[in-house]
């Protein structure tokens, strides 16, 4: 498959706009016409998806997502002009964007269409072929994204493949021209290994624990009824949902009832409530339940808001009173636990945070900008939300990637184009040559008076 698109490739290796922007039509009308049987295939593979967070969170970042590179791949394309100094006259500088070639994406279970076309439409709009892993926890999206994909593209410019984690491990030893990896730090290490005997370049997009900070500047119930949103999207299987919150010690008893009251507000009920998504699978369900029962025989108190409502819809639950020692501190939890950790003020917050590996996101609730503008300058992440959460991700026009842990690279966007491209620089001269009055042999007059000129 990937010398058949590398063959491809070879035969029209600079794509006009024109043709990139076709593909990402027939993408995007494809997405649109076949929208329930995105929501039924989703909610097939966690056992209950909420219909409209597939829609908000899958179907609606796509499309957008295609909409606004399809406005700006021409200015994209364009040649970026350069200077020239001036002791390298006459002649012109410019950097050319050139498409990579093949494209590897690997594409994680939580949002198994978003963050396949995502990827999808950042290396289509920089004009390369792609090949999309799908995750093996999400069999049913997997197999409608490769029959619908089929019906649209070649599958010497976009094939999906399917499989076991034994599949997905020689995929990512492929010699890929870039290769984009979206799951867990520890086995985007293992990805990383792989790459490197081919000295493919990466993109990672991981995860780790993105802290929230509650401030005294913002009512308690807005700060929780926002953050409780944040986290109660997809039952908390979100890369940048709020791991853990920070919060004045004084206000930590009025957040448990404003957050629990919050939740409640958003579901009435979990038993049969059609808005309330599962967890993906069992294997999932049971590390959360055993990470919950160890941070509590470990002393912490443990609130859950809903009692268990079976299908795998765990309550969300808070819990206080809790130490670095337990797992819950150490893992990304990617669930519906949220632990409390409270300061005094705030230096002692954006220590707790420094302390720490640096993070895929950073949420701030407070409408001082003071407060604000020390946690910007003051703690690193890949992204940052003030007074929301997870927004940040949708915003086409802004980079999405971790930092360190958390990952590297960039993609969304113009930094998508950026990334799936090769930014060539070009410099030229014309008739006129006057690199010819530094030739050898050395030690002329008019080389003197060059050095005179440029080396001061």
């Given at each position: 498959?990937?010398?058949?698109?590398?063959?491809a490739?070879?035969?029209n290796?600079?794509p006009?706009?024109?043709?990139?922007?076709e593909w990402?039509?027939k993408?995007r009308?494809?997405l649109?016409?076949?929208q329930?049987?995105?929501?039924?295939?989703i909610?097939?593979d966690f056992?209950?998806?909420?219909?409209?967070e597939?829609?908000?969170a899958?179907?609606?970042p796509s499309?957008?997502?295609?909409r606004?590179?399809c406005?700006h791949?021409k200015?994209?394309?364009r040649p970026s002009?350069r200077?020239v100094?001036?002791?390298?006259q006459?002649?012109?500088?410019?950097?050319?964007?050139q498409?990579?070639?093949?494209?590897?994406?690997?594409?994680p279970?939580n949002?198994?269409?978003?963050?396949?076309i995502?990827?999808?439409?950042?290396?289509l709009s920089?004009?390369?072929?792609?090949?999309?892993?799908?995750?093996?926890f999400?069999?049913?999206t997997?197999?409608?994204?490769?029959k619908?994909?089929?019906?649209?593209?070649?599958?010497?410019?976009v094939?999906?493949?399917?499989?076991?984690a034994?599949?997905?491990?020689?995929?990512?030893?492929l010699?890929?021209?870039?290769?984009?990896?979206t799951?867990?730090?520890?086995v985007?290490k293992?990805?990383?290994r792989?790459a490197?005997?081919?000295?493919t370049p990466l993109?990672?997009?991981?995860g780790?624990?993105?802290?929230?900070i509650i401030s005294?500047s913002?009512?308690?119930e807005?700060?929780?009824r926002?953050l409780a949103?944040?986290k109660?999207?997809?039952?908390?299987q979100?890369?940048i949902?709020?791991?853990y919150v920070?919060?004045?010690?004084?206000?930590?008893d009025?957040f448990?009832?404003?957050?629990?009251?919050?939740i409640?507000?958003f579901y009435?009920?979990?038993?049969d409530?059609p808005d309330?998504?599962s967890i993906?699978?069992?294997r999932?369900?049971?590390?959360?339940?055993a990470v919950?029962?160890e941070a509590?025989n470990?002393?912490?108190?443990?609130?859950?808001?809903?009692?268990?409502?079976?299908?795998?819809?765990?309550?969300?639950?808070?819990?206080?009173?809790?130490d670095d020692?337990?797992r819950?501190m150490?893992e990304?939890?990617?669930?519906p636990?949220?632990p409390v950790?409270?300061y005094?003020?705030?230096?002692d917050?954006?220590a707790?945070i420094?302390?720490?590996p640096?993070?895929l996101a950073?949420?701030?609730?407070?409408?001082?900008?003071?407060g604000?503008?020390?946690?910007?300058?003051?703690?690193?992440?890949?992204?940052?939300?003030?007074?929301?959460?997870?927004l940040?991700i949708?915003q086409?026009?802004?980079?999405?990637?971790?930092i360190?842990p958390?990952?590297?690279?960039?993609?969304?966007?113009h930094?998508g184009?950026?990334?799936?491209?090769?930014a060539?620089?070009?410099?030229s001269?014309?008739?006129?040559?006057a690199?010819?009055?530094i030739?050898?042999p050395y030690g002329?007059?008019l080389?003197?008076?060059?050095?005179?000129?440029f080396?001061r």
């Amino acid at each position: 498959m990937l010398a058949r698109q590398r063959a491809a490739f070879a035969q029209n290796p600079m794509p006009s706009a024109i043709q990139r922007i076709e593909w990402l039509r027939k993408l995007r009308q494809m997405l649109k016409n076949h929208q329930e049987e995105w929501v039924c295939a989703i909610n097939q593979d966690f056992g209950n998806r909420s219909a409209d967070e597939t829609r908000l969170a899958e179907l609606m970042p796509s499309i957008l997502g295609i909409r606004h590179a399809c406005a700006h791949i021409k200015q994209w394309m364009r040649p970026s002009k350069r200077s020239v100094g001036m002791a390298f006259q006459p002649a012109r500088a410019q950097v050319v964007y050139q498409p990579l070639g093949v494209v590897g994406v690997i594409v994680p279970w939580n949002y198994p269409l978003m963050l396949a076309i995502g990827p999808l439409v950042g290396a289509l709009s920089a004009g390369n072929r792609v090949m999309l892993k799908i995750s093996e926890f999400t069999p049913a999206t997997g197999a409608l994204l490769k029959k619908r994909l089929a019906q649209i593209f070649p599958e010497d410019l976009v094939a999906v493949v399917l499989g076991e984690a034994d599949v997905a491990r020689a995929f990512s030893r492929l010699p890929f021209d870039h290769l984009l990896f979206t799951g867990s730090t520890e086995v985007g290490k293992q990805v990383m290994r792989a790459a490197a005997d081919n000295l493919t370049p990466l993109t990672l997009e991981l995860g780790g624990k993105s802290p929230a900070i509650i401030s005294h500047s913002i009512p308690i119930e807005e700060a929780a009824r926002r953050l409780a949103f944040g986290k109660a999207l997809n039952s908390g299987q979100t890369c940048i949902a709020p791991d853990y919150v920070l919060l004045p010690k004084a206000q930590q008893d009025a957040f448990v009832l404003a957050y629990k009251q919050a939740i409640e507000a958003f579901y009435p009920k979990m038993a049969d409530n059609p808005d309330y998504s599962s967890i993906i699978n069992e294997r999932q369900f049971e590390r959360l339940q055993a990470v919950l029962a160890e941070a509590q025989n470990k002393g912490a108190q443990v609130i859950r808001l809903f009692d268990k409502a079976g299908d795998r819809r765990m309550a969300h639950t808070l819990i206080l009173n809790i130490d670095d020692s337990m797992r819950l501190m150490q893992e990304e939890i990617f669930g519906p636990l949220l632990p409390v950790v409270t300061y005094e003020n705030l230096d002692d917050a954006i220590a707790y945070i420094n302390a720490r590996p640096r993070p895929l996101a950073l949420y701030y609730f407070g409408y001082d900008q003071e407060g604000q503008q020390k946690v910007l300058h003051g703690t690193h992440s890949g992204g940052v939300g003030l007074n929301e959460c997870l927004l940040h991700i949708v915003q086409d026009d802004m980079p999405f990637g971790g930092i360190g842990p958390s990952g590297m690279g960039h993609y969304h966007g113009h930094e998508g184009f950026l990334t799936f491209s090769k930014a060539k620089a070009v410099f030229s001269r014309g008739r006129f040559n006057a690199t010819r009055f530094i030739y050898p042999p050395y030690g002329r007059p008019l080389q003197k008076l060059i050095y005179k000129l440029f080396i001061r």
